[in-house]
């Protein structure tokens, strides 16, 4: 078997940005032209080959089953060499990157590269640690990578300097330095128990563990799965996520709000591949904790919502809110639940990126103190509401007219997205989950009651929260200047829009989609028996590629 | 050797978590680093502990896995190593700023 090309392309994802980051610390931080050309061509190269890879991942192949593109890296066969895979989940997590990568970049260059030295490359290696973390098959590979973009991200947060920024990363840094340990300490306890740290090796290996290996696999699976919690920000490790959010400048916090979603995406994967129907008496393993904690996470982040005085920080418990649904959706360990959740987790993962992008343009021109008179006025009467403000100098000659209703309509827009109502795609990804919970066979648990209650409050008190600040902030007249805006800020928020709307219009066909996907996590072999049979190139399979059942 | 190993491991971890609750900012990053020794010792520790086996095949043919020690933790190790230094060292860095731009070494930069 040789490998063609195309095969290749697999690895691009990871080597470009690397390569391009690395060899713009060559160039002087003045030839700004130069870096802004090369790494817009960097991303839109990863756009496309992320878009190929997933029209790839998302044929059947041609025995029938899904495809799972493996890649092993140095050419020895699975368990024994690291391997990259696509399926359709990393495909998709790809796009949702590079879309993302595309749209803040594009908001960047607008003026915040200039903020600070080195965001090019620093931008550039965040979106290959992203990358790789999605396309690894490997325990400790994925280590590297989530360092890698942790790495970049500390940079990336302090990003334009200042108190606030130096602050938050005081916080931010040294709580991810302490999960990457509790990473380091679960895998090597699971490496100590099975012998192997390619995850598809680890599925097989689950279900003919003994009493007191499984123990000890279990100890260092939950080891593993706290430090992934601490990232995707389950309550209550998740204190540092809205502060830390809150605190980057635009284009990086709306870049972040991708980066809780890969600490989920690998609970998604390793819990279903190690702990999913297969896997013997550990079936199941750590699904309370997950289901529990996603919702203990829906309503702090709910509560949090409510009670936000700055739109940053609203946006910020957002990712929460988002996290403990998606979190819940997989502790429910029902496929139809989670196909739902992965709907939810793209549109709510555009929405709230578009929403980062969109605060700052909002808040251009405003003086600071009108988020606390807008949570303060409420509680207390609008006594003063009436107060004339005459203090539009400058800036005032350059605005477009339109502006103000631009940013209204993209301000509704997130609202309809985040809090789950009817014409956007967020609703879709809520009737989903919802509809899959009530159809569950036999009467619906309490559990799942409280559930559905949680999502239902949540979405009204975001839809409060948003109706709240929006009167406050666009519909006040003759608070602060209108704000300057220009058409390559206004373009990745109302891109980032209009993939929601694009995604409410092809409801059917993303939805079947994503009902696949949950179906191929749910049942892994297929994943697993395609991997650790794949043969490197010129030598023959080192395990049978057949037999060993199909989907029951 | 493996009860001395393990008391080492449990000092440097307890020592390191002591040191990260504490207020200061230099204490924080000792205690990150001790934390970083614990773990390195345990993925170490993770591939049995063998006195005098090489990580490598003696020679031609199919080796003896009993007379060599495992050589994956060892690798682990040493890449944990390297990214440990990095992080503590691009820490420091965030710490003195905080130092000049609050003037104060509390991790919540105000004493309170």
């Not at chain 1, 980066?259 to 750590?286: D, H, P, Q």
């Amino acid at each position: 078997m040789v490998r063609s090309l195309a095969d290749h392309l697999v690895i691009v994802p990871i080597l470009l940005p690397l390569v391009v980051g690395a060899a713009m610390l060559l160039f002087d931080e003045r030839r700004r032209r130069l870096k802004m050309t090369l790494s817009l061509a960097t991303v839109t190269a990863l756009l496309v080959i992320a878009v190929t890879l997933l029209i790839r991942a998302a044929t059947i192949d041609t025995d029938g089953d899904a495809t799972v593109i493996v890649y092993p890296l140095g050419n020895w066969p699975a368990p024994f060499g690291i391997v990259l895979v696509v399926d359709r989940l990393s495909a998709l997590m790809l796009v949702l990157t590079s879309v993302l990568g595309l749209s803040s970049l594009l908001y960047a260059l607008a003026r915040w590269h200039k903020a600070g030295p080195r965001f090019h490359t620093l931008f550039l290696l965040l979106l290959t640690g992203l990358n790789g973390a999605f396309l690894t098959g490997d325990l400790f590979n994925l280590f590297v990578f989530f360092e890698v973009l942790l790495a970049a991200s500390y940079g990336l947060v302090l990003h334009g300097s200042g108190t606030a920024r130096v602050k938050a990363g005081l916080h931010y840094i040294p709580v991810n330095l302490v999960a990457s340990s509790l990473f380091l300490i679960g895998v090597a306890i699971i490496y100590g128990v099975t012998g192997t740290l390619n995850m598809a090796d680890l599925a097989r290996l689950v279900p003919s563990l003994n009493i007191d290996e499984r123990a000890l696999f279990e100890t260092g699976a939950a080891i593993l799965g706290i430090a992934f919690l601490i990232k995707a920000g389950m309550w209550p490790l998740c204190f540092w996520l809205p502060t830390t959010y809150a605190a980057a400048c635009a284009p990086i916090a709306a870049m972040f709000a991708i980066m809780t979603k890969v600490g989920i995406y690998v609970i998604l994967r390793l819990f279903l591949l190690c702990f999913g129907g297969e896997a013997g008496n550990s079936a199941g393993f750590g699904a309370d904790w997950l289901f529990f904690g996603g919702m203990a996470t829906i309503a702090f982040g709910g509560i949090g919502v409510l009670a936000s005085q700055s739109m940053l920080r609203l946006a910020g418990y957002s990712v929460l809110v988002s996290s403990g649904t998606i979190l819940a959706a997989i502790g429910t360990t029902n496929s139809a639940v989670i196909s739902g959740a992965l709907f939810y987790l793209i549109t709510s993962t555009l929405s709230i990126s578009a929403f980062f992008l969109l605060i700052e343009l909002i808040e251009r021109g405003r003086d600071a103190g009108a988020d606390v008179l807008a949570v303060t006025m409420e509680a207390y009467g609008d006594g003063e509401s009436d107060e004339e403000e005459d203090d539009d100098e400058g800036e005032v000659g350059v605005a477009i007219p339109a502006t103000i209703a631009l940013l209204g309509g993209a301000f509704v827009a997130c609202t309809a997205l985040l809090a789950g109502l009817p014409p956007l795609s967020g609703f879709v990804g809520k009737v989903a989950m919802l509809s899959a919970l009530i159809n569950e066979a036999g009467s619906i648990s309490i559990a799942n009651w409280v559930l559905i209650t949680l999502l239902m409050f949540t979405g009204f008190a975001t839809l409060i929260a948003m109706t709240r600040t929006g009167i406050r902030t666009l519909w006040m007249p003759g608070e602060g200047a209108i704000p300057r805006v220009r058409a390559v800020e206004a373009a990745p928020v109302g891109a980032l829009l209009a993939l929601c709307m694009l995604l409410t219009v092809f409801g059917g066909p993303a939805m079947r989609y994503m009902d696949a996907t949950a179906q191929m996590l749910y049942w892994p072999q297929e994943y697993a028996r395609d991997i650790l049979g794949i043969a490197p190139a010129g030598t023959v399979p080192l395990r049978p590629t057949t037999g060993t059942g199909g989907k029951p | 050797m493996e009860i001395v190993l393990a008391i080492g491991i449990g000092v440097f971890a307890g020592s390191g978590v002591w040191l990260l609750l504490r207020p200061r900012t230099y204490q924080v990053i000792i205690g990150l680093s001790l934390i970083s020794y614990a773990v390195n010792l345990f993925i170490f520790s993770m591939g049995r502990l063998k006195v005098g086996a090489p990580p490598i095949l003696p020679g031609p043919g199919v080796g003896d896995p009993a007379t060599m020690a495992d050589p994956t933790p060892q690798a682990l190790v040493l890449t944990a190593i390297v990214i440990g230094f990095a992080m503590t060292a691009l820490f420091l860095v965030l710490l003195l700023a905080a130092r000049g731009l609050t003037g104060t070494d509390h991790v919540n930069g105000r004493e309170d």
